[in-house]
């Protein structure tokens, strides 16, 4: 039955087993064993990111009402694998003038800053790489390699579009971390921990989309920022920049930029979950008795890829519909709208629970809610008045309706 | 020689060989990606301290803000960054024989103080750093008051770097 | 609202209305003239109402509405000041608030307001006529409005808030501030007209005589403040022990006791604010004003505030005996002294100044010889009627410079009684309303508040046994009658004796509407002092007056048994002054035929010419030469020999100290030496920063090793 | 294990590492680097001291997250600065940046 419980433990143990077995001093096969869970983790990664292509090709069709990859395979399945290929053999080319160190590592950066990622995902309560307890930051920490990835990769291109793209995607990038970080804070408050695993668990029996509907919200913005892609896609606007940073790259190091992207979404999607819609928990259905049975290693591995599918469907969901932002309008709705509220909402979130963490938790779960509800209601009504006056503005103060039908 | 100790052998050479590099590379660009590294280094150095938190804030910060500034400070002076000429100053000579210097004093400094072989004690079970931390950020009786003036220094140094940095032609323009 | 809150807010219209118009309607003539009236109506209603809740009160006297604040501190006690109603101040209150009313309606009228501005009028100057052309083309001259219409309503809101507060005063100090807002409103009213030299100089005259009493006035206030602590009427009337030491006599210089002393000093004041010989020389000059000004000070306010001190001080004079016979003196002398002057006097309003004079003399003596009910009531009634006939003789001139635009003559004096004649026809309600406050002046028997004030002052005379009082009081009672019957006469019967006087116009009903109000008093108001045991008619009206007002003190004045002399001697000087005067006067056409054109009394005794001489001239011979001996001669010689000098002493600083040793050693030496080294040093000042660190590293490694080496050693 | 030393000559290392840059660059913003490299060598002491002494107090960390604050404080003006001025003077070496001298 540990195989059902605990499976990395037990794979771990035997393989340590299997290695001290054949005379391997036990740190080394330690280390060893580690490594080969990382390049299993990563290998079965990279086998979703193949299906996200197909995925996301999928998705984005029928938002335009179109098929889709269609021909090969089942529902067109193989056809990602097809455009690996493709990438593959395609001729890699370095520009002349390039930095070209520079160059080659910022694909590779790009694609480690999505993959160390993974080391903090809890898939399960004991199937994760490491349960730190600074993983809400360890998230924003990462976000630096990515912005790095990307600076480097539009600098290094010798190439102007390149380069702009890359300092408007690194703007963006930098004042968007604000926010998130921000936003980051409130599961830390609400469950008293950093860690992935204690923030899962705080959220029985109530996740923190309830608890902080606004924060969820701030988070999705700021995450969809932090990849780059639309409604934020700056860094690449193909119309403008034909397709920013990475305009120079080809073949297989454009695929790991590519490929680096839609895992990053999926992930980000993984952590909307985690954060705010309670990780591998059923919000609480494996938790009753006659439920027991879901509350197990691969339900619970099965119910947080399904979440993370469907955040991810969800930033799909954004991109495929929302316009493309101007950069000015994009940094001021960050620094005169987003980051105020996520502090306001940060303050408010900390005084609520300072007084309320002693009440019982569906008095502290209401009061969280409904002081997000009021500082929602002002923001709106807020953003109501703020534009009026600007469409009035540009159109003249606007005439009330009844004088306008002449009465 | 402990696992711990190949480690942190490791770590230190490549850093110091970074730091190295930041301070004689004749590409800005490149110093500054040397300093990254170097960061990192000190980041890992954190983390073998046991002090996650700093480990992580090093990143954020640092790597993710301060590294990232410097890049975009080497870009806006974009006359420098392909100067060919010497990076050192003439004085350079001095400046190593004072750096080797400082370097030497400072060990010889150590060399006779008895704390110096101290090892480590174990960490305390159950003893969670991070909030050891946050008590001692806010605590009244901690240091709420050189963080909160660490605070106002930081918004302080934020619009007097907005002040300094921005171009009055540039702001006209827009409007 | 309480009674006392009432009295403090009495004298703030008049206040407020003079910085409104100062301030903000000043260009306006119908705003400002509305403030004044409003305010001085808003005044008289408190006044009113004020005066009926004190007739209500039991006993006013031993309980009068008092009200004070701290104001002042003084060591460790307060100097209190505040407000209080006894028994006089509410029968003062009561004519001064309708008489200030009366004058400030007859303003509007006297100044012409509703006409149209003067052809050539100008600032400072009476109006002098507006010429328009009516419908059928036919060019009339007529009154045109005062320039200055707004300003005088202020002033006359300044002098009525001055008088307010010095009668609801409840201490010395605040009167002496009324009595002083009064002195500098007299100053700025009479020279009102400030265009005509006369005005000016009878300004000047008025400040600086009544300025003289002040000084002494100030005098015994402070002397009584240093001897009591407290300047406060009740405070120190009701200290009886305090009494008692002031009473003390043989104290002080002539053998006058404290009390004396004070009350003498206070006195003096008087005597330059109700115009006594030897201070009155200013009032008849005063005339120069514009006549609602003239009833203002001579019969309603100023004069009435100096009598009115004095009966305040009452209880303080009646201590020494000396004293109460210098003030008897004064006001009996003064009272014949006037009267003689008046028959004399051509110019109507002179004839009423003098008059004043001598009717205030009359109250000043009845207080010295203790007769202090006696004197207010007369002071009462002689406001109303002479009020009364101020403003009548301004309805006169009035009428008369009508007459004088009429006919384009603008040499005939409209003030000159002998120009007059005939008016009774002209103006029938001037006329009668003059003869009514006339024959009160004179004492008509029975019908006239002036007979009955008058004869009670004799009446006092008679019995306490002051026959040289009685004496010339009866003699100036019968000059008086005799001068006013003059005026009468010559003003209004027989026939016009001018083209002028044979246009005279009534006035408008703003100047006739207070001489019917103020003629109604001048009659009425002596029926509230009848004596009780009066033949016939005593006993019929109760004699209010003498009850009320002699509950101000703390003993009350017994009441004199009536005497057929005093009565006889009023009637017989009363009725003989009208009718020999009607008899003499009818058949005199002009100045020359009038026997009573007498060089001595037309000249006024010549005080003016001695008080020129004997105080006036030394004192600008004294300043002349002291300009010029010592101011041009002393203290400029002074200032001519230091100037040199230290012209001198600084050349020889400079060219032997200053320029070799301060400048060239100390301090182009400095600047060279300091130049120098600056010079020698400033390579070192590279601006290059890592030039500096370098340096300051260096000097870092060589201060640590040698503090390594040197005390390494003993670590 | 390792003692405490190590991590002092390594930390005294970078300091001087970072000292010859700040006196050798020419370029102002690499000046600036030598300084960052400093701090961080003050910084590694300072986290140091504090795992090798006693862990309970946790001083060297509140002063080294003061240090992280000081350094992104002194980076942004001096930014500013060294840009400021390449826009006045259209140099960023240190040693032609000399106006203020005699």
Not at chain 3, 304 to 324: K, Q
Request: with cysteine; proline share 4%; aromatic share 12%.
């Amino acid at each position: 039955m540990d195989f059902l419980k605990d499976p990395l433990k037990l794979a771990a143990d035997w393989l340590i087993g299997l290695m001290t077995g054949w005379g391997m001093p036990e740190g080394v096969a330690t280390g060893v064993a580690a490594f080969l869970g990382i390049f299993v983790l990563i290998a079965i990664l990279m086998v979703i990111d193949i299906f996200l292509v197909w995925l996301e090709r999928k998705v984005v069709a029928r938002f335009q009402d179109r098929i889709g990859p269609n021909r090969l395979g089942p529902f067109g399945l193989i056809q990602p694998f097809a455009d690996i290929i493709k990438l593959l053999i395609k001729e890699d080319i370095t520009p002349a003038n390039a930095d070209k160190v520079v160059y080659n590592l910022a694909p590779m950066l790009s694609m480690m800053s999505v993959l160390i990622l993974w080391a903090i995902i809890p898939l399960a309560p004991n199937i994760l790489g490491v349960d730190l307890n600074v993983a809400a930051l360890y998230i924003v920490a990462t976000g630096a390699i990515g912005t790095l990835s990307i600076i480097m990769a539009g600098w290094s291109s010798n190439n102007k579009f390149a380069l702009l793209g890359a300092f408007r995607q690194v703007a963006v990038m930098v004042s968007f971390e604000i926010p998130m970080v921000a936003s980051l804070l409130i599961p830390t408050i609400l469950s008293g921990s950093m860690g992935m695993n204690a923030i899962t668990r705080a959220q029985y029996p109530l996740p923190f989309f309830i608890l902080s509907p606004l924060a969820a919200l701030i988070f999705l913005i700021a995450a969809i920022a932090e990849l780059g892609r639309a409604p934020f896609d700056m860094g690449e606007a193909e119309s403008e920049l034909i397709s920013g940073y990475n305009v120079e790259y080809s073949g297989m190091k454009f695929g790991m930029f590519y490929a680096g992207e839609l895992l990053h979404a999926f992930t980000f999607g993984g952590f909307w979950g985690i954060l705010f819609f309670g990780g591998y928990g059923l919000f609480g259905l494996e938790k009753l008795p006659a439920l027991a049975f879901l509350d197990n290693v691969y339900i619970n591995m099965l119910t947080l890829i399904v979440k993370a599918v469907i955040g991810y469907w969800i930033i799909m969901w954004v991109k495929y519909t929302m316009m493309r932002i101007r950069i000015d309008h994009m940094l001021a709705f960050n620094w005169k709208f987003l980051t105020p509220l996520s502090f306001a909402l940060l303050i408010v979130t900390a005084l609520v629970h300072a007084l309320a963490k002693d009440a019982s938790p569906w008095v502290y779960g209401l009061s969280m809610f409904l002081s997000n509800l009021v500082l929602g209601w002002i923001v709106v009504e807020f953003l109501r008045r703020y534009s009026r006056a600007e469409r009035e503005k540009v159109e003249g103060p606007a005439k009330p309706a009844m004088e306008a039908a002449g009465h | 020689m402990t696992t711990a100790q190949i480690i942190f052998l490791v770590v230190a050479a490549v850093t110091l060989a970074s730091a190295f590099m930041v301070v004689t590379t004749r590409n800005l660009i490149h110093a500054a990606l040397w300093l990254v590294a170097t960061l990192f280094g000190v980041a890992v150095t954190y983390a073998l301290l046991d002090a996650g938190f700093l480990a992580v804030v090093q990143v954020v910060v640092y790597i993710g803000a301060i590294a990232i500034l410097f890049i975009f400070a080497v870009m806006l002076t974009r006359k420098e960054m392909r100067d060919q000429g010497p990076q050192l100053n003439s004085g350079w000579w001095i400046s190593a024989l004072l750096a080797v210097l400082t370097f030497g004093g400072l060990v010889g400094m150590l060399w006779g103080w008895r704390g110096m072989d101290t090892l480590a004690s174990e960490m305390p079970v159950g003893f969670d750093s991070i909030n050891a931390l946050g008590d001692a950020l806010i605590s009244p009786n901690a240091f709420v008051l050189p963080f909160e003036v660490a605070s106002v220094l930081l918004l302080a140094a934020l619009v007097g770097a907005v002040y300094v940095a921005f171009n009055p032609r540039s702001g006209d323009s827009r409007k | 609202m309480t009674t006392e809150t009432l009295i403090w807010l009495i004298p703030l219209p008049p206040a407020l209305a003079f910085f409104l118009i100062v301030l903000f309607t000043n260009k306006n003539k119908a705003l400002s003239h509305t403030v004044g009236v409003g305010a001085a109506v808003l005044s008289w209603l408190a006044s009113m109402v004020v005066f009926f809740r004190a007739l209500s009160v039991e006993h006013l006297g031993e309980h009068p509405f008092v009200s004070s604040v701290n104001w002042l501190p003084t060591g460790d006690t307060w100097f209190r000041i505040g407000v209080a109603i006894d028994p006089l101040g509410a029968a003062v209150l009561f004519f001064v608030s309708i008489t200030i009313f009366m004058i400030f309606l007859y303003s509007v009228g006297y100044h012409n307001f509703g006409q149209p501005a003067g052809d050539h009028d100008r600032k400072g100057l009476p109006p002098h006529g507006a010429t328009v052309t009516d419908e059928h083309g036919h060019q009339h001259v007529v009154p045109s409005v005062e320039p200055m219409y707004s300003r005088f309503f202020a002033f006359l809101g300044l002098f009525a808030f001055g008088m307010y507060t010095l009668v609801v005063s409840d201490n010395l100090l605040t009167l002496f501030v009324g009595w002083e807002i009064m002195g500098l409103c007299s100053y700025l009213l009479i020279g009102f007209w400030y265009g005509k030299p006369s005005a000016r100089a009878a300004a000047i005259k008025a400040f600086m005589t009544t300025r003289i009493g002040d000084v002494f006035m100030l005098l015994g206030i402070g002397l009584l403040y240093s001897l009591t602590g407290t300047l406060n009427f009740r405070e120190i009337f009701g200290n009886e022990e305090l009494m008692h030491t002031l009473a003390t006599p043989g104290t002080t210089l002539f053998g006058l006791s404290l009390a004396g002393l004070i009350a003498l000093l206070l006195f003096i004041g008087t005597v330059g604010k109700s115009a006594q010989w030897p201070l009155h020389v200013w009032l008849p000059d005063a005339m120069e004003g514009p006549t609602p000004v003239s009833a203002m000070i001579h019969a309603a306010t100023m004069v009435s505030a100096g009598v009115y001190a004095v009966i305040r001080m009452f209880p303080l004079l009646s201590l020494d005996h000396n004293t109460m016979t210098v003030v008897a003196f004064i006001g009996t002398f003064t009272a014949i002294f006037a009267a003689t002057i008046a028959v004399a006097q051509n110019d109507i309003k002179r004839v009423l100044a003098y008059s004043t004079i001598s009717q205030l003399g009359f109250m000043i003596a009845a207080l010295g010889i203790g007769a202090y009910v006696a004197a207010a009531f007369h002071l009462v009634t002689h406001a109303f009627f002479k009020a009364l006939l101020f403003l009548g003789s301004g309805s006169v001139i009035h009428g008369m410079e009508h007459g004088v635009l009429h006919t384009g003559n603008h040499s005939v004096d409209p003030q000159d009684m002998f120009n007059m004649g005939g008016l009774r026809k002209k103006m029938p309600i001037t006329f009668w309303t003059f003869l009514i406050g006339g024959f009160a002046l004179s004492g008509f028997p029975l019908l006239t508040a002036g007979f009955w004030s008058k004869d009670e002052i004799l009446a006092d005379a008679w019995a306490n046994g002051h026959l040289a009082v009685f004496i010339t009081l009866a003699t100036a009672a019968f000059l008086t009658a005799f001068y006013t019957m003059r005026q009468i006469t010559l003003t209004f019967l027989g026939e016009p004796r001018t083209k002028e006087a044979e246009h005279a116009q009534e006035t408008p009903w703003t100047m006739t509407v207070p001489l019917m109000v103020l003629s109604v008093f001048a009659i009425g108001y002596g029926w509230v002092g009848i004596p009780e045991d009066f033949p016939l008619l005593g006993g019929l009206l109760p004699s209010w007056f003498h009850e009320f007002v002699g509950g101000t003190l703390a003993e009350h004045p017994e009441v004199i048994p009536f005497n057929p002399v005093p009565l006889t001697v009023s009637l017989v000087v009363a009725l003989g002054g009208l009718l020999l005067g009607w008899l003499y006067y009818r058949n005199v056409n002009s100045a020359k035929e009038d026997f009573f054109q007498i060089p001595l009394l037309k000249n006024k005794y010549h005080f003016d010419e001695a008080y020129q001489v004997v105080f006036i001239g030394p004192v600008i011979w004294l300043s002349e030469v002291f300009t010029k001996w010592a101011d041009q001669g002393v203290i400029d010689g002074i200032l001519h020999f230091f100037g040199p000098a230290t012209g001198g002493i600084g050349a020889f600083i400079r060219n032997k100290i200053d320029l070799p040793i301060i400048n060239e050693f100390i301090g182009d030496g400095l600047a060279a030496v300091t130049q120098e080294t600056g010079r020698t040093l400033r390579p070192i000042q590279t601006g290059r920063i890592q030039q500096y660190m370098m340096l300051s590293l260096v000097i870092l490694a060589v201060v640590g090793a040698l503090l390594y080496f040197m005390l390494g050693a003993g670590l | 294990m390792i003692p405490l030393s190590w991590y002092l000559i390594f930390a005294a290392g970078l300091f001087s590492l970072g000292l010859f840059g700040v006196l050798a660059r020419r370029n102002a913003v690499a000046i600036l680097l030598g300084v960052e490299l400093m701090l961080n060598a003050v910084n590694i002491n300072l986290a140091a001291f504090w795992r090798y002494g006693n862990v309970a107090d946790m001083t060297g960390q509140v002063f080294a997250i003061i240090v992280f604050a000081v350094a992104a404080a002194e980076v942004a003006v001096g930014l500013a600065l060294v840009i400021s001025v390449y826009r006045s003077r259209n140099t960023v070496v240190a040693d032609e940046i000399d106006m203020l001298k005699w």
